[in-house]
């Protein structure tokens, strides 16, 4: 609706000072109507920057969680990933969902993660911190701008067991191919045991 009032002021004050034959009362209009949508300009970049007329809420979702890797003999794994050259910025590799292919990852942006460990259910919760409008009034005037529901923040907080590993996938890589180095070893050596 703010574009709305920005077009209708933007025309009064046009129309008002061109066609008006009355110079005190077209030069008052004028006025009125550029002071006017100099207001909304202000409140477009208020709402825009400054998030006028909002407010933050925050929603907290718990989710269990399971072990990224889906093989059930191996112990349970949290798997996370490096963005860039530095270990500032990681995405974690999750999954909440019994379907071996349903693996999710946390957003890289405004988000920060962490891990506890629990001795209770492995799960992660997440808080997500979003802008909303006060109230209807105030949706229903900046509702063209899109920015009800913008996230603001995200913190995961994984709660895992003592018995998890967290760890990149290229360890995880190496930790299999050793396990499979030492599956051979011993079955070489259970096969020289018996002859």
């Keep these: 609706m703010i574009l709305v ?6 025309l009064c004050a046009y129309l008002g000072g061109v066609y008006i034959s009355n110079r005190k009362l ?4 004028r006025a009125l109507f550029s002071f006017l949508l100099f207001l909304t300009i ?6 825009d920057t400054q998030h006028w007329g909002m407010r933050s809420q925050t929603e907290v979702r718990t989710t269990n969680l399971l072990s990224s890797v889906a093989k059930p ?3 349970s794994f949290l798997l996370y990933k490096n963005l860039g050259t530095t270990t500032k910025d990681q995405i974690y590799l999750y999954r909440t969902d019994t379907r071996p292919k349903k693996i999710q990852h946390t957003l890289p942006k405004k988000t920060t993660n962490q891990v506890r460990v629990t001795t209770g259910t492995p799960r992660l919760v997440t808080k997500t911190q979003r802008w909303t409008y006060q109230g209807t009034g105030w949706g229903w005037l900046f509702s063209v ?3 009800e529901g913008q996230r603001i923040k995200t913190q995961n907080t994984f709660y895992v067991g003592s018995q998890w590993q967290v760890l990149t996938p290229q360890k995880l890589k190496q930790l299999a191919k050793m396990a499979q180095a030492k599956a051979q070893v011993r079955a ?3 096969a020289a045991a018996q002859n």
């Design 42 to 47: 202000v409140a477009m970049i208020g709402n």
């Design 26 to 29: 077209a030069n008052s209009l």
């Design 188 to 190: 070489k050596a259970q």
């Design 5 to 10: 009032f920005l077009v209708i002021f933007t």
């Design 145 to 147: 701008a899109g920015n």
């Design 73 to 75: 003999q191996e112990p």
